[in-house]
């Protein structure tokens, strides 16, 4: 008796503690996901009913040209950030790492200062730095092209700068995560390492590479799929040109839901984005758990 009292109060304290987390996904997340993947299957506008069409919209979209061009500028981006953002953190987190006291936090909340400031106060920085006629980075560039360009009307310039923006205005939450990363490591292992005579590279590559690859490999999980979700940096930056050299998934999205009134189109793109991201995610997540363990 006593028992069941008793298992019946943990029951009824673990159903308040989950009923918050149910509510929010539920309504949040689950409801509109439903609607989303009913819309892209009729020809409903953004707002309102309408016909069922059945696979219409895939079929439509995996003629549409402009998809294949915004897929593959996606993917580009991630080639352009994902990889180089890692690396570039993980060099600053291990400089970072061998400060200490109130110098390491200073240098710390400087590179992690950029990552709070909203994308529209981002982009005007950059903006402003990279102007065709003012911008206090030209000079650098004209040095290294022979003259000014405006970088995001070029084709060939457009979607390296966005990344170049991006990097610099994410990185610090990627600097965090190997930060802590790195102070989990027990100082003895290096202690052990230096009595076996093992020079600093050995150190690393033997210690520190091993235990940090399980947060290496959330950091890369974690910006592939905030990549693949490009949107703000690109409209606020480029619209999407030139020519469409900048045009991505999200754009063709929100032109489609918000300029155009094609709610059931919008939404068979973004069930696309949707399952391209958790089939990539995955498949990326488990290649580095595989290589992980080599």
Do not use: C
Request: net charge positive.
């Amino acid at each position: 008796m006593f028992r069941d009292k008793r298992r019946s109060r943990e029951l009824r304290s673990a159903a308040m503690l989950v009923a918050p987390f149910l509510f929010v996904f539920v309504v949040f997340f689950l409801y509109p996901l439903s609607r989303v993947v009913v819309m892209s299957f009729t020809n409903s506008p953004l707002i309102g009913d309408g016909d069922w069409v059945g696979f219409a919209n895939y079929i439509k979209l995996f003629k549409d040209k402009l998809f294949y061009t915004s897929l593959w500028n996606n993917f580009y981006f991630v080639l352009l950030t994902v990889i180089p953002t890692t690396v570039i953190a993980l060099l600053i987190s291990l400089a970072v790492n061998t400060l200490s006291g109130r110098v390491q936090a200073l240098v710390l909340t400087l590179f992690f200062m950029p990552y709070v400031l909203p994308v529209s106060v981002v982009t005007m920085v950059w903006t402003w730095m990279l102007d065709f006629q003012f911008g206090v980075l030209q000079p650098l560039i004209a040095s290294l092209t022979g003259k000014p360009v405006a970088v995001f009307k070029d084709p060939h310039w457009v979607m390296p700068m966005i990344a170049l923006v991006t990097i610099w205005w994410t990185n610090g939450f990627n600097v965090l995560l190997l930060i802590a990363g790195l102070r989990n490591i027990p100082e003895d292992l290096y202690e052990a390492a230096a009595l076996d005579g093992a020079t600093a590279w050995q150190r690393f590559w033997r210690v520190t590479w091993p235990l940090l690859w399980p947060v290496t490999t959330l950091v890369l999980t974690l910006q592939l799929i905030l990549q693949l979700k490009l949107f703000d940096q690109v409209y606020l930056l480029s619209k999407g040109g030139p020519f469409n050299q900048s045009y991505v998934l999200l754009m063709q999205m929100y032109r489609e839901a918000f300029q155009l009134n094609h709610g059931g189109y919008a939404s068979a793109i973004a069930m696309v984005l949707f399952m391209t991201i958790m089939i990539v995610s995955v498949l990326q997540f488990q290649l580095l758990k595989v290589g992980g363990r080599k």
